[in-house]
């Protein structure tokens, strides 16, 4: 009978509580998964299906949410989440058996695509020479995915240990093959999207139809991986699986028979490490042929014959046959879709009356036959698969080393009373270390290597009796203003060094697992913690990285706080200002005000909470990834990219506006060189607005035109000041030192750069990014405002 079959076996038929309701440590068996739509399907296709194991591994320092142990691998969800998950406890199994010493341990991995066994030598229609052969990277989230890109194309995208780092494609050419284009896909765990990079993922695959799948599983926890593999199988495309992180599923003691797991599947499996470059070579070689002889799988029927959904599926299949060949979706893939109800399938296959009829008439079928609702049913059927082949090629290790040692990380760093003051502490740490000892350190270094430049160059203008105008272009206008944007490079490479660290070691995963009770108060979920530290390198990146939140709201949201991050951008106007009005103060001062910034964040967020964006957050299921040593490799290769990307935007957007500004102020409306400043041609534009200024003490035109400039690109607010005010005596007889609080305010609030603002445009359209840029000036003129009435206030200023 097919129950003996199942997945999970023991299925205990009540529930006796919910999963909410045990304690750390203890164990219990799934017997049904409330809940409704994608939150529901999400659940199951993270293997939370009737008969699963779950163990509770510990809840979050603030109670809520509890992190479990599912299928070997760690998931944390809300206690909300939880009480929907009817469970009967069980004592706790003991652990794995100790693994067989495996008879193989690496049998050596045939060639690929033996004529008559994936395709018929005589038959073969290979794909033209001249043919671009596509491939699409597939694979749940940190399975290796950018690691493997990296390494296939020899390119630098930035690969991260957090669920969700890849958020846009990215497409590169084969090492050495330049006839092909493989794109990193963002990570997915099921074809059932949860959230919108999901959808892109399998948009992509279905509708993009690229010649091969690269199918990359992470071998360590390869229950879970093989889900998605089933459901690419379905898609009747040619599929490679790539086996990742085999070094550290043999490192322990397990191992995998590749051979019988490839006679299984029907499709090449290649064993690789990413990370440590082994077999690499071989995967190229099985994809680029199972592409151009467009190899499909052999097996796409996962069901057994007795399994109360076997007849149904074929039943949908039958049923919806015509439909499929007219929209051109995979037959086998669109009948489970269909059956479990996927609303994206089921309004492109545009059934009939009468067949909706018939596939509800099947659905039924179902529920009668196997006691699971179609979804639960389709998950089990798969899982019930994957153990099959599991058992028959798998020999797992006992514990893994890696596994041991994040447990014991975790003790401390998700621990009951030590995660949060360990949290500030680290945070406390990256920004002193920045901002105080290496990063300083350097930029210490690069600042007189640059005012030598300067001296050097000025000596040799003025023996070469250069022009004075263009004399002035250089030294007042380029050295002056792009060089002391230029100081700043090692800070902003610095901090991203450690924005990386965090993010590649599987730390800010854990941050988001504690922070989400408090996130909750304001909104938010755990998940929007990302954007957010992100947000403290740059803006862009930042917004870039909210699509891997699940709900929209969520996205708009957070997408809205991260203007109140201080970007490295900003760094430089708070350091200009710190120099001149508050040298003894300056860790108090910049502290204040990346303090200030968060707290105007959350603030403002109870607002939108209130009024526009009402509800609650969207629920939060999330995978812990082992804590990984990041690599050398990526963490240089993210270095460089962000000192590029800093470099071209000096000489590029800063150089720009600083020549423009230096013109502007040393010409007036007739083209004359103007020896009083104020009587140029910027003087006259900024005369429009310094107005508005005038409240906040701001008034001078000096500092409205750089305020103006900042919205090319932050820095240029220091180099503009530097070209207007010349040495650094200047603005302090402008400014008292409440305008120049008041100023580093307004700096901090107002509207994001003009990059940070065409990426609010991509994620939520012009109407949003231009209510955004008028919305952040509003408030920081109101913030400062208040600040300066307050300060005058206390100080007596208006006597
Ligand atoms: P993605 O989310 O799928 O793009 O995964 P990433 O490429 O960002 O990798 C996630 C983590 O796994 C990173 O910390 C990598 O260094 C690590 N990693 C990737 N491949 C391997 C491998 O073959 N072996 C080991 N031990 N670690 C790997
Ligand atoms: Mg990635």
């Not at 006796?16 to 659940?43: I, P, T, Y």
């Not at 490079?489 to 854990?510: C, K, T």
């Not at 503009?720 to 609080?741: D, Q, R």
């Amino acid at each position: 009978m097919w129950t003996e079959k199942r997945a999970y076996m023991n299925i205990s038929q009540t529930a006796d509580m919910n999963l909410g309701e045990l304690k750390a440590g203890e164990s219990c068996v799934v017997v049904s998964v409330g809940g409704q739509g994608a939150l529901r399907q999400h659940f199951l296709d993270m293997g939370i299906i009737p008969g699963a194991e779950i163990t509770i591994v510990k809840f979050a320092p603030l109670g809520d949410p509890v992190e479990v142990r599912i299928h070997g691998y760690e998931l944390s969800l809300r206690l909300d989440d939880a009480a929907k998950i009817a469970v009967t406890k069980i004592d706790k199994t003991e652990e794995a058996e100790a693994p067989k010493k495996s008879k193989k341990t690496h049998t050596a991995h045939p060639y690929l695509g033996e004529p008559g066994v994936h395709h018929d030598k005589k038959t073969e229609k290979p794909l033209p020479d001249d043919h671009v052969l596509s491939f699409a990277l597939v694979g749940n989230q940190n399975s290796g995915k950018t690691t493997l890109f990296n390494r296939l194309t020899g390119s630098n995208q930035h690969v991260g240990n957090f669920p969700g780092v890849t958020v846009d494609r990215k497409d590169g050419a084969i090492i050495g093959h330049a006839n092909t284009v493989i794109t990193d896909l963002p990570g997915i765990y099921s074809m059932s999207p949860y959230s919108s990079e999901e959808i892109v993922s399998r948009d992509f695959v279905l509708n993009n139809k690229p010649d091969a799948l690269i199918n990359i599983v992470d071998s360590t926890n390869i229950e879970r991986n093989l889900y998605l593999t089933m459901q690419l199988l379905e898609t009747d495309r040619p599929v490679v699986v790539a086996l990742n992180m085999m070094d550290e599923l043999t490192g322990n003691g397990g191992s995998i028979d590749i051979n019988l797991m490839e006679e299984i599947l029907g499709v090449p499996v290649v064993p690789i490490s990413a990370a440590k470059n082994q077999g690499i070579d071989e995967l190229i070689t099985h994809a680029l042929h199972i592409a151009k002889y467009c190899e499909k799988p052999l097996e796409q029927d996962f069901c057994a014959p007795d399994s109360p959904i076997h007849d149904s599926i074929h039943a949908v299949e039958h049923l919806i046959e015509e439909k499929t060949k007219a929209c051109g979706l995979p037959l086998r893939f669109a009948a489970c879709k269909a059956l479990e109800g996927d609303s994206l399938i089921l309004d492109k296959l545009d059934l009939d009356e009468n067949e909706k009829d018939l596939l509800e008439h099947i659905r039924v079928k179902v529920e009668k036959k196997s006691g699971l609702d179609p979804s639960a049913a389709v998950a089990d059927m798969r899982f019930a698969y994957i153990m099959q082949l599991c058992k028959k090629c798998v020999v797992k290790p006992k514990q893994s080393k890696e596994r041991a040692r994040s447990e014991k990380a975790d003790r401390i760093l998700t621990g009951k009373f030590t995660a949060i003051p360990i949290f500030i502490l680290i945070m406390a740490a990256v920004f002193v270390l920045t901002f105080n000892v290496i990063g300083a350190g350097l930029q210490w270094l690069l600042e007189q290597g640059i005012d030598k430049l300067t001296e050097v160059t000025d000596l040799a203008l003025t023996e070469a009796n250069v022009n004075e105008v263009i004399h002035s272009l250089i030294i007042d206008g380029i050295f002056e203003g792009v060089g002391s944007v230029l100081s700043f490079l090692p800070i902003v490479v610095v901090m991203f060094f450690f924005l990386s660290l965090l993010e590649d070691s599987g730390y800010i995963a854990r941050i988001a697992f504690f922070m989400d009770k408090l996130l909750r108060k304001i909104g938010l979920s755990g998940r929007s913690i990302v954007p957010m530290l992100i947000g403290f390198g740059c803006t862009v990146p930042a917004v870039m990285s909210t699509r891997t939140l699940p709900s929209d709201r969520d996205r708009k949201m957070t997408i809205f706080l991260t203007p109140f991050m201080s970007c490295t951008a900003k760094l430089p106007i708070y350091a200009f200002f710190v120099s001149s009005f508050f040298p003894k103060q300056g860790g108090l001062v910049m502290t204040g005000l990346y303090l200030l910034g968060i707290i105007v964040g959350i603030l403002i967020s109870f607002l939108y909470k209130k009024v526009l964006f009402k509800g609650e957050a969207a629920p939060f299921v999330m995978e812990l990834p082992n804590y990984r040593l990041p690599s050398l490799r990526s963490t240089l290769q993210l270095m460089w990219e962000k000192a590029k990307d800093f470099l071209q935007k000096a000489f590029s957007v800063i150089l720009i506006a600083t020549v423009v500004v230096w013109f502007l102020q040393s010409f007036d409306t007739r083209f004359n060189l103007v020896t009083d400043s104020s009587e140029s041609i910027m003087a006259g534009i900024a005369g429009f607005i310094s107005p508005i200024m005038k409240p906040l003490g701001l008034g001078d035109w000096r500092i409205t035109t750089s305020l103006i400039s900042g919205f090319m690109a932050k820095e240029s607010v220091v180099s503009v000041l530097e070209v207007l005010f010349g040495a650094e005596g200047g603005i302090t007889a402008v400014l008292g030192v409440i305008e120049a609080g008041t100023l580093l305010i307004f700096s901090l609030l107002y509207t994001p750069c003009v990059a940070a603002i065409a990426s609010f445009k991509r994620e939520l359209g012009w109407k949003y990014a231009a209510a955004v840029a008028v919305w952040q000036c509003m408030l920081a003129w109101i913030v400062s405002f208040a600040f300066r009435l307050i300060m005058l206030a206390c100080t007596g200023g208006f006597a």
